[in-house]
């Protein structure tokens, strides 16, 4: 269900691309916590493949929510 509200809110590739880690409510408005999911691309399938982590998180400013400011925190994977 929740990702279904999520695409609603977001473009449906990031919905399918990374997952809702949190959502805070803070005094300048929503801040949405989204890390990528540890799926590999197509053309690497079967190939062992191991994360090291992520980069720098990027903060993107998205359309208002209900008024208020809404934030995406992202997190890609190296």
Not at 8 to 23: A, C, H, K, Y
Not at 34 to 39: F, I, K, P, S, T
Not at 40 to 58: A, R
Request: net charge positive; glycine share 6%; proline share 5%.
């Amino acid at each position: 269900m929740e990702t279904e509200l999520l695409k609603l809110l977001l473009p449906s590739n990031l919905v399918e691309q990374f997952e809702l880690i949190r959502i805070e409510q803070q005094t300048d408005g929503y801040h949405l916590y989204l890390d990528q999911r540890n799926r590999p691309p197509g053309e690497y399938e079967g190939h062992k493949l191991e994360s090291k982590g992520f980069v720098d998180q990027v903060t993107l400013r998205d359309f208002p929510l209900r008024g208020k400011a809404c934030f995406l925190h992202l997190r890609r994977r190296k």
